[in-house]
T-cell receptor, first 113, second 112 residues
Framework: AQSVTQLGSHVSVSEGALVLLRCNYS??????LFWYVQYPNQGLQLLLK??????LVKGINGFEAEFKKSETSFHLTKPSAHMSDAAEYFC???????????FGPGTRLSVLP | EPEVTQTPSHQVTQMGQEVILRCVPI?????FYWYRQILGQKVEFLVS????????KSEIFDDQFSVERPDGSNFTLKIRSTKLEDSAMYFC??????????FGPGTRLTVL
C-alpha cells in the first residue's frame, strides 16, 4: 500500500525566497508521483508529475520536483516565491497497478510581502 | 481548455436524504474518480470507474454510495441516506489514461 507524508503543515516564505515543500512516500512498487495545488474554494490543479524517465520534473508556474528513489522523496521547489503561490499543496502517489491516488495531508504555503 | 465540471457547487440536505452529485468529464476521458475532502483534512479516494464498472473502491465507499454513468457523459455519485459525517467537498476527477487525473471544482455537501 502506498502512503505519503508531507513535512510541515504550514510553510511561510518571503516573496522572492526559495520555496521548498517536502514530500516522502512509501510504495511497494515503483511509484508515479504528483503535486497538486489547491487555491481557496477551488479544486485541485496538477502542477507536475513523475512517471518514468528524467527524475527532475518541471511543472507549471515555475515549480519543479526531483524524484529521489534512495530517499523516497519528491520535494517541490520554486526558486522565487510570488504572492500568487499562496495555496495548499498536495503530494500524491500512485502505484503502477491500481488507479487511485493516495494524497498527503497537504502543506499550506503562505508568502509574506 | 477543456475542464471537468461539477454540479451543484453546493448542496445542503437533511440527514437521511439521498443526494446525487454530478460530474461532466472532459470528453474522450475514460477513467473517472470520486474523492472527498472533509474540511481541514486531506483528500481521500472513494472510487474509480473504468469501462462502465467500478475498478477500485476504498473502505469509505460502502453500500450507501453508488456511481454510474447513465448517459455516457455525466458521471454521478449517489449517497442513499446521508449522514452528518458525509459533509465534505466531493471532487470528481477524470483522465484519458490511468496516470493522469484532472479535477473538477468540487461540490460542497452539507448534511444537517
Amino acid at each position: 500500500a502506498q502512503s505519503v507524508t508531507q513535512l510541515g503543515s504550514h510553510v511561510s516564505v518571503s516573496e522572492g525566497a526559495l520555496v521548498l515543500l517536502r514530500c516522502n512516500y512509501s510504495s511497494s512498487v515503483p511509484p508515479y508521483l504528483f503535486w497538486y495545488v489547491q487555491y481557496p474554494n477551488q479544486g485541485l490543479q496538477l502542477l507536475l508529475k513523475y512517471t518514468t524517465g528524467a527524475t527532475l520534473v518541471k511543472g507549471i508556474n515555475g515549480f519543479e520536483a526531483e524524484f529521489k528513489k534512495s530517499e523516497t522523496s519528491f520535494h517541490l521547489t520554486k526558486p522565487s516565491a510570488h504572492m500568487s503561490d499562496a495555496a495548499e499543496y498536495f503530494c500524491a502517489v500512485r502505484g503502477n497497478y491500481g488507479q487511485n491516488f493516495v494524497f498527503g495531508p497537504g502543506t499550506r504555503l503562505s508568502v509574506l510581502p | 481548455e477543456p475542464e471537468v465540471t461539477q454540479t451543484p457547487s453546493h448542496q445542503v440536505t437533511q440527514m437521511g436524504q439521498e443526494v446525487i452529485l454530478r460530474c461532466v468529464p472532459i470528453s474522450n476521458h475514460l477513467y473517472f474518480y470520486w474523492y472527498r475532502q472533509i474540511l481541514g483534512q486531506k483528500v481521500e479516494f472513494l472510487v474509480s470507474f473504468y469501462n462502465n464498472e467500478i475498478s477500485e473502491k476504498s473502505e469509505i465507499f460502502d453500500d450507501q454510495f453508488s456511481v454510474e454513468r447513465p448517459d455516457g457523459s455525466n458521471f454521478t455519485l449517489k449517497i442513499r441516506s446521508t449522514k452528518l459525517e458525509d459533509s465534505a467537498m466531493y471532487f470528481c476527477a477524470t483522465g484519458q489514461g490511468a496516470n493522469e487525473q484532472f479535477f473538477g471544482p468540487g461540490t460542497r455537501l452539507t448534511v444537517l
